[in-house]
């Protein structure tokens, strides 16, 4: 599929790191017995990573089985309202309330299948946390690097806002590319030749191919 030419020589490699940053994009998705608003940012990350983990270990699970699993704790961490209007920016202003319930929720499928088609390329990688940043607006930044297999030492960051006490990722950056910027770019053609309506539909396609390694939209 087509990319932006603007993105697709750091996209290469980030292409090919999306098979692990998978495993980490779905391990901050993952439900705590701990309530996240006791946790810092650091912790919070760090014991969901650590859940996941054990997900991903699970020989007794079968794909379906452990993409299920963590499909349905993956909505707790990511905060995907405030995710899908960043990746629209400006744009959110011309979509009515029915296209943006509408853009969600294909927007969350859309997620979904793209990373959970990579979840079976796990390789016991491993994540360690080096530093938490501040932010404007109070968020944070959690910066990782992958640790073992092919990406070894890759750097994986995720941008973290408090909402209702609650740490919640609006953006994931792997190697330099963020990932909303990445969406951003995409949709924003997707817009130009036909609208809210468009692109709502063009994710709709997209996502009824089910899980699909395919990052692009057009």
Known sequence: MAVPDCFSRGLRRGR????VAAVVLLALCSAVSVSAA???PRDTMQQTIDRVLVVLNDPSLDFDERLEVLEGIALERFDLQTMSRLV????WKKFSPAQREAYIEEFKTYLSNNYGARINRYDNQSVEIIEVRDEA???VTVLTRIVGGEYDDARVDYRM????GDWQVIDVTIEGISMVSNFRDQFREVLSRGGPDHLIEK???KNAL???EDEAVE
């Open 210 to 212: 089910g899980p699909v």
């Open 88 to 91: 629209l920016a400006r744009s």
């Open 161 to 164: 806002r408090e909402k209702d």
């Open 137 to 139: 607006r109070g968020d």
């Open 203 to 205: 994710l709709r396609e």
């Open 16 to 19: 090919r790191l999306y098979a």
């Open 38 to 40: 006791a946790l810092g």
